[in-house]
């Protein structure tokens, strides 16, 4: 069956201080994509990064990275040198070919405050 | 901004009012979605349209009917709604449908349900 977990409900930072949010994700499949998504408090939630199953180089972008490891079935999302700006709810999402409707499944969310 | 925009943003109503939630994207996208989200829970996806014609519906009640008029707009229709309806309601889209596909979402509406 498929299934992400986010076990972290609620971190919080003080700002400039490093943050990873931990994503564990189950699925059968051998083809399947990994994303993250952000969630302000005005509602939307905003595009971060896709990964797909096959390839595990990790990624940077500015402050952020992310670290894809195959073998624990993790994603984890790390925030470098946190600000205030990104206090929001983040969720991991795992989408795969098993049930034929392309449907993503959520993790819980976890929720960043970054404290100034 | 978002590229996907959706009105109103608050709504109140109640339970024998019938209105419409609308979501607009000019990015050329295919594929279209409503999603209905609870406090401090993950988006629930409800319906997918794939090149205006609806592809999925996860069970939804028929209190909540969805259209697709042309490849840039979704609505929601709701009528007869319950309390426990009262959620923020999101739409995205993605370039395709495909569970390769990045979704882009709008700011969402939050319902209250009276």
């Known amino acids: 069956a498929q299934k992400v977990t986010q076990a972290q409900t609620e971190i919080s930072v003080v700002e400039k201080e490093d943050v990873t949010l931990d994503c564990v994700y189950e699925?059968?499949?051998?083809?399947?994509?990994l994303f993250w998504y952000k969630q302000p408090p005005s509602g939307e939630l905003v595009f971060l990064i896709r990964?797909?199953?096959?390839?595990?180089q990790n990624e940077i972008s500015g402050r952020y990275s992310w670290n894809f490891q195959k073998s624990t079935s993790s994603f984890n999302f790390t925030i470098t040198a946190s600000q205030v700006v990104d206090s929001a709810v983040y969720f991991c999402?795992?989408?795969?070919?098993?049930?034929?409707?392309?449907?993503?499944?959520f993790g819980t969310g976890t929720r960043l405050k970054v404290l100034a | 901004d978002t590229e996907v925009t959706q009105t109103p943003k608050h709504l109140v109503m109640g339970m024998t009012n019938k209105k419409s939630l609308k979501c607009e994207q000019h990015m050329g996208h295919r594929a279209m979605y409503w999603y209905k989200q609870k406090a401090k829970k993950p988006p629930e996806l409800m319906f997918v349209?794939?090149?205006?014609?609806?592809?999925i519906n996860e069970s939804v009640p028929s209190r909540f009917s969805p259209e697709c008029p042309n490849s840039s707009l979704l609505n929601l229709h709701l009528h007869a709604l319950q309390p426990e309806d009262s959620a923020l309601y999101l739409c995205?889209?993605?370039?395709?449908?495909?569970?390769?596909?990045?979704?882009?979402f709008g700011d969402g509406t939050r319902l209250s349900i009276l």
């Open positions: 995205a889209s993605s370039q395709e449908d495909g569970y390769n596909q990045p979704q882009h």
């Open positions: 699925t059968r499949d051998t083809t399947y994509y």
């Open positions: 999402a795992l989408s795969d070919d098993t049930s034929g409707t392309y449907k993503y499944i």
């Open positions: 990964r797909n199953s096959f390839d595990e």
């Open positions: 349209y794939s090149y205006e014609k609806l592809s």
